[in-house]
């Protein structure tokens, strides 16, 4: 059987395709493929085909969906049930991601070796398993959760081929396709760099610093930033025609046949078979780089974070905080609940401290696209590449990594900001060793605080004269102060969060239509409060679901029962009994909700001890999350 998603999700049993119901069972094969034989719970296929608000039938249809599923897949594949989920285990099937990611992780460590011949063939049969953008045919949902990440890995593997390609001296065959995807893709550099090197190799100096200056423009636009160290030391080459010419180093001697470019086998499927995929051997890393290499090369000085906005208020006593620890000899934790604007703080205080940290500021989010925690290896090749690391000397392994990064900034002060930390072992990696640059770490979790050295702030709702200075900031002063009391009910129904306040105010600039008083009103509505909290990319309850998604799937079941039932306060012994269980593993769980910032706790006199609160809002959200498992 062959199972494919690099195109429109498809399943073929002996060259005949396996019929497939429509958008949500191909999102359901999709899921249970990627998932790449782990349990897939009930709950996330339930979002990933019909979202945060499913049908009231979404449970029988869910289960028919997979029924189906096992029929038309026959026995080859093995679709079962595990506790509250599905596991499906493809036996032999093939599958195309991953041949395609066996062939393109061989065909970049071919390309370290500088066995360019094998990397190109290699990395030019992963390009020819795509035929049309990845996971056509699924949920939007599924999409948004995954496709981001394919293309990625599409685009690294055709940066891949393209640098093997100029080694072999094939620069003049590469300019229209380079020209291409580097009209699609405007701020990759590295592909732009392919561009301005097969131009130059050409003979057409002056097309290639047209190419720079056509990025450098895009950069400015779209980021704000300037060409990166790579980019800029490429295009001092092409100046002064220091450019070295293709590497093309003696190949093996075996003799390799050439296949097909992989944009012809995709323009026409049916001229070329498939190529069988190759056993993989281990990669070859890169040499590492020794720190003098660097040093003495004038390093640069790299500036990554993002602007702080503009419109910003409030949190004075916490910025004096964080500007005390970084002038001294600590770095700084901060800590709180979505929404809290743990992020523009960081920035704030990142941008009141700039003159203290001359030799540069690092900025990595460590959340990836899905709201999964990011892979320190993956930062520190960022970061490794702001230093002035080339692509071709980083490190493979983590280890080698951490011990460069730290050598670099050993004795350099720059400011490293890790945003949306997961937990400590993520960022440990990460926090530079020995030396005057100074880290400022932003985060939900409040075990963030076990990191040593690190001075932590705790961030809680605005206060109310601060959240009617961001609502006024954002939406403007008139539409505000002609009525108060409207400001002051939108603010309450934020629950003087930052991130709330903030989409608030700019639903009501975008709506000049509106008054204070009608945003108000919508907001007063429980059951369409979260709705109205979402405007473009900013959306309360993406944030709110990124930590639920963190949650072990019962302790997510349990916040259900406890959100829906509209208590405001609440004891250990209060949720021993909704949730039937003793008062010692219920205290454990409202510890764990505390944790995540989902519950606010405080201690009382008297037998009660501790007390909890949702904040109005995280039950909101959480209330909808709670349904019965299938039987």
């Known amino acids: 059987m062959d199972l494919r998603i690099l195109g429109a999700v498809a399943a073929e049993l002996d060259g005949r395709p396996v019929p497939l119901d429509g958008s949500k069972q191909r999102t359901a094969l999709a899921a249970l493929l990627l998932a790449e034989g782990t349990v897939v719970s009930d709950e996330r296929l339930t979002v990933l ?32 049930r595990h506790g509250t989920g599905y596991r499906m285990d493809i036996g032999d099937a093939s599958f195309d991601r991953t041949a395609f990611r066996t062939l393109a992780a061989t065909g970049r460590a071919d390309l370290l070796a500088r066995r360019y011949q094998d990397a190109e063939r290699r990395l030019d049969q992963a390009l020819g398993l795509w035929h ?48 291409h995807r580097v009209a699609l893709q405007p701020i990759r550099e590295r592909l732009r760099g392919q561009l301005m090197t097969a131009l130059f190799r050409s003979g057409r100096q002056a097309d290639a610093l047209a ?34 010419p293709p590497e093309a180093p003696e190949r093996d001697t075996a003799t390799v046949s050439h296949t097909p470019p992989a944009a012809a086998r995709a323009a026409h499927p049916e001229a070329f078979p498939a190529s069988p995929v190759p ?24 500036a990554t974070l993002p602007a702080a906005p503009a419109d910003f208020v409030g949190r004075a006593a916490e910025t004096r905080e964080l500007l005390t ?37 690092l900025y990595a989010d460590l959340r990836t696209a899905d709201g999964g925690p990011r892979a320190p290896r993956e930062v520190l090749g960022w970061f490794l590449s702001a230093l002035g690391v080339p692509p071709e000397r980083t490190p493979e392994a983590l280890d080698e990594r951490i011990q460069l990064y730290r050598t670099l900034l050993s004795t350099r002060r720059l400011l490293v900001v890790l945003d949306h930390a997961f937990d400590d072992a993520q960022v440990r990696p990460l926090l530079p060793g020995e030396g005057p640059s100074r880290t400022l770490i932003t985060g939900v979790r409040s075990h963030l605080a076990s990191l040593e050295g690190l001075h932590l702030v705790r961030l809680g709702p605005l206060e109310p004269a601060e959240a009617g200075q961001l609502l006024a900031a954002v939406a403007g002063l008139e539409r505000l102060t002609a009525s108060p ?18 989409i608030a105010a700019a639903r009501l600039a975008a709506h000049p239509h509106w008054t204070a008083g009608m945003l108000a009103d919508r907001l007063a509505r429980p059951g369409r409060r979260l709705a109205e909290l979402r405007l473009g990319s900013l959306d309360l309850r993406s944030g709110l679901r990124n930590v639920a998604d963190q949650l072990d799937p019962s302790d997510r079941t349990a916040a259900g029962i406890l959100a829906a039932t509209g208590l405001t306060r609440l004891t250990a012994g209060d949720a021993a009994a909704l949730l039937g269980t003793a008062a010692d593993e219920a205290e454990e769980l409202l510890e764990r909700l505390v944790d995540t910032q989902l519950l606010d706790a405080w ?29």
């Not at 056509?136 to 093997?164: F, N, P």
């Not at 009391?485 to 930052?498: G, W």
């Not at 008297?606 to 039987?631: E, I």
């Open 49 to 80: 085909l019909w979202g945060w608000q499913p049908p009231a039938t979404s449970t029988r249809q869910l289960y028919t969906y997979v029924s189906r599923l096992r029929t038309r897949l026959g026995p080859c594949l093995r679709l079962e």
């Open 603 to 631: 201690s009382t006199d008297g037998a009660n001890g501790l007390c909890y609160r949702f904040p109005p809002l995280v039950q909101l959200f959480l209330q909808p999350q709670h349904a019965p498992a299938p039987c």
């Open 485 to 502: 009391e409207a400001a002051a009910r939108i603010a309450e129904s934020c629950d003087r969060l930052p991130l709330a306040l903030r």
């Open 132 to 179: 049309g953008p990845a996971l056509s045919g699924v949920t939007e949902q599924l999409r948004e959760s995954e496709a981001s990440q394919l293309e990625e890995a599409r685009l690294a593997a055709l940066e891949d081929h393209a640098e093997a390609a100029l080694a072999l001296g094939r620069h003049t065959e590469l300019i229209p396709a380079l020209t």
């Open 211 to 244: 190419v720079y200056d056509r990025g450098s423009e895009a950069l400015a636009v779209e980021l704000g930033i300037d060409p990166g160290p790579a980019l800029r030391t490429l295009r001092q080459e092409i100046l002064t025609g220091a450019l070295a």
């Open 279 to 302: 056993a993989v051997s281990p990669p070859t890393l890169a040499p590492a780089i020794e720190a003098t290499d660097l040093t003495d090369r004038h390093p640069p000085v790299p």
């Open 325 to 361: 620890a970084l002038h001294g000899r600590r770095g700084a934790v901060i800590t709180g609940a979505t929404g809290t604007g743990k992020s523009a703080l960081a920035l704030r205080a990142a941008e009141q401290c700039r003159e203290d940290f001359p030799q540069g500021r």
